[in-house]
């Protein structure tokens, strides 16, 4: 285990946001955690797990001890008639994971291809796209204690997923509530992919390009080349254009909510769920408002989709966007969507 003083996290956050850690630690595996925790001052100290930086706003230094997740390795534990069961580290690029899957073979992961991020970082975040959630293909995954050193092992229950939610983003209400935020770091995820495979096509833009293509039944490659085609054609590439992906979660309403909503917009859009309730498209909501294309400073939302906030100026250090700018920008968008349509925008990312 080695520590590093005063590191750039600047590489290491996909907006772009000029920031540094006082003190960093890179985990390869659970060792490497097990030595913080035998060094007393660092054992002590607060700590930060930092996978890949695609769903944080820094918006300044960290002085917690920074725990960067490198963990790698992917294998299949099982192929059998129901399907497979795959595992890999938690330091793994989620996208390039999913595209070995199905270099392998192995479906069922497609829908969610080119969202940027690590594998330890999807379930925390319970990723979705495309009419696909983590939770729909995940098994289990190892988790190390942050303050005793113990591997456990969470299954989807214990997970407790929502909508990009799951117990890691929860912090323990009591000494028996299972509460992980800040409280341990996931070493590796395993996914059950079922068979016999079928294609995820319950999205317009997936239907739409089948139709296009002439395609009866997809394969699997052909999904995920979907996927990232319509991806790449709404969503700035984080390497060219700061970004932290969709900023906002689409908010959920009742029915008779909805209803009110439409009386005053009828184009808005909106996706019946299967609990009854009804969830809005929040870049429609931001859109309506007049911001697209808007900036607050180096903070700025997407030109071609409202959902996005980009940091304009991380071409250059000097110029690139603040996290406070960024937060600026974000309450700005959550006042006027609720001074229009009464509704609060939740933010995705975690403002560190």
Not at 16 to 23: F, M, P, W, Y
Not at 124 to 149: H, W
Request: aromatic content about 8%; proline content about 6%.
């Amino acid at each position: 285990m080695r520590v590093e003083k005063n590191v750039a996290l600047r590489p290491y956050n996909t907006f772009g946001i000029v920031a540094r850690a006082h003190q960093l630690v890179r985990v390869a595996g659970e060792e490497d955690v097990r030595a913080v925790l035998a060094d007393p001052a660092l054992a002590a100290a607060p700590k930060f797990v930092l996978g890949g930086g695609s769903n944080i706003v820094l918006t300044g230094d960290v002085r917690p001890l920074v725990l960067k997740v490198e963990i790698r390795g992917r294998r299949v534990l099982e192929d059998g008639e129901r399907g497979w069961l795959v595992e890999a580290g938690a330091g793994e690029n989620w996208h390039d994971t999913v595209a070995w899957t199905i270099a392998q073979g192995l479906p069922g992961l497609e829908n969610l291809a080119l969202i940027p991020g690590t594998v330890g970082a999807a379930p925390v975040q319970n990723i979705g796209a495309y009419g696909v959630e983590l939770q729909d293909r995940f098994d289990s995954l190892d988790a190390i204690d942050l303050r005793t050193g113990r591997v456990f092992t969470l299954d989807a229950a214990q997970c407790a997923f929502g909508y990009r939610d799951s117990v890691f983003k929860h912090a323990a209400a009591g000494p028996n509530d299972l509460g992980l935020l800040g409280r341990a770091l996931i070493l590796r995820v395993r996914f059950r992919l079922p068979r016999p495979w079928k294609p995820e096509l319950g999205y317009l833009d997936l239907e739409r390009r089948r139709q296009e293509e002439g395609v009866a039944v997809p394969t699997p490659q052909q999904v995920f080349d979907w996927v990232c085609d319509i991806r790449r054609a709404k969503l700035p590439d984080p390497r060219v254009i700061g970004n932290a992906g969709s900023f906002f979660k689409n908010p959920t309403v009742s029915p008779e909510q909805c209803a009110d909503i439409i009386a005053r917009e009828p184009k808005i859009v909106h996706y019946p769920m299967p609990d009854g309730s009804v969830k809005l498209a929040a870049g429609w909501l931001i859109d309506a408002c007049g911001w697209k294309g808007k900036s607050v400073g180096n903070a700025g939302v997407y030109e071609k989709q409202a959902l996005v906030l980009v940091n304009r100026g991380a071409a250059g250090a000097a110029t690139a966007a603040t996290g406070g700018e960024v937060m600026t920008l974000a309450r700005a968008i959550q006042t006027s969507v609720y001074e229009r349509f009464g509704i609060r925008l939740e933010p995705e990312p975690v403002v560190v």
